[in-house]
Each structure stands twice: as structure tokens, then as C-alpha cells.
């Protein structure tokens, strides 16, 4: 986790180095580059630092997070139905902590990313580039670091309640959206509920997928109304 987190931090200063230092980039092109330069340093990093632990450790994957393709009907029922669940709930949530904000004059902000598909600021690659993220790369290894390693090896550690709630909070931090904060640390507990009932990683995997690209949609959907 310590090296996932070195990567992230490295990948964030060369982004803003390439913010600062090229000036011959139209605004566009830098944000592309940026946005590349991160996911590579956290997404594919993160899989990297895996690969290398599980190998040093003499793990499959399989046998790491229990991913286990042979009843694929009943892993998506369940990440269905965990989806279900959790949607209306997350977006009330959500509209709830940002009227608090407002009430309390603190005025959140959407991520710079959201600001941008809303604005109609970003290209048609930048669009197919964020939805492969969001629907493939994030809950990939989101769920490999957070419900495959983080969760179970603090619960392993004898803290089985602690181990929810870190789990939960520090991936909400991680999203840097203080109006989705509760909303996400709301999803996160679901996930590792999730887990724990399939023992199978797929099945968060694939509820974290249906929640990003129904989140998605609805950023694209908006941003239509927002142009009309």
C-alpha cells in the first residue's frame, strides 16, 4: 500500500510538471496527458505492486482474492442486486451532505473531472478514455487494494470492525469529493458485506463497475440537460 501510494504521489507531480513545463500543449491535450499520466501511476502501478506481492508470496490471483468465474450467473445476480441496493441510498446521501455543505456556507465542488463532462469540455476520447476507467480500471484495482488486501488483513489482524470502517473511510478519502464522502464510505461498507457473502472478488468488482457506469450515465445525462 506504501508503494501504491509512493506511485500515486510520483504520477502527480509529473502531471503537474507537464501542467507547468509545456507550454506548447493546447489546454486539452494537457489535461488528456495528465489524466494518462495518473490512472498509469495509480491503476497500472497498483496491478504491478500486486503481481510482485502475490509472486513473492507464491499466490494465484485466484487464490489470493478467491476469483472464482464458474458460476458467473449468481456473481452478477449478487453485484446486481448490491447495486440496487445501494444506488438510491448513495444519491440521497449525497444530495443530503451537499444541502448541509451549502447550509453551512461550505459550497462543494464537483471534481475537476465532473466540472469538465458537465462543461462539455472534454473530447470524444476523453470521454471513451474516463468511461474505460471508471467502468474497467477503478473497480479492478480498487477492489484488489481495498477489499482484497486492505480489508482482510487488518480483519485478519483481530479487528474485524475496524477493519469495515477503515476500509470504508479511506477509500471515500481517496475520492477527494467531500459531497460523496458519506455516500461512498456508505458503497465501500456494502462492498466488503459483499465480499464477505461471496468470498469471490468478482462480485464487488463487477457492483463497483454497474455503480461507476450508472454514475456515469447519469454525469452524461446531465450534462445533456445542462445543453439544452
Known sequence: MLAVFGTLCLGIVIAGALTKLSPGLSEGETKLFSMVIITIAFHGASLLWVRSFLKEENLSWAEAFGLDAQQPGRTLLFAVAAVSLVLPVAWSLQQLSVWVMNAANLHPEAQEVVQEMQSGGLSSFQHVYLAFVALIGAPVVEEILFRGIMYPTIKRAGYPGIALWITAIVF???????????????????????????GNLLAPILAHGLFNGANFVLLLLEKQFVQL
Not at 174 to 198: C, D, K, P, W
Request: cysteine-free; proline content about 0%; glycine content about 4%.
Open 172 to 198: 471515500a478519502l481517496t475520492h477527494a469529493n467531500g459531497a460523496a464522502f458519506i455516500s461512498l464510505v456508505f458503497f465501500a461498507v456494502i462492498q466488503s458485506m459483499l465480499y464477505e457473502r461471496t
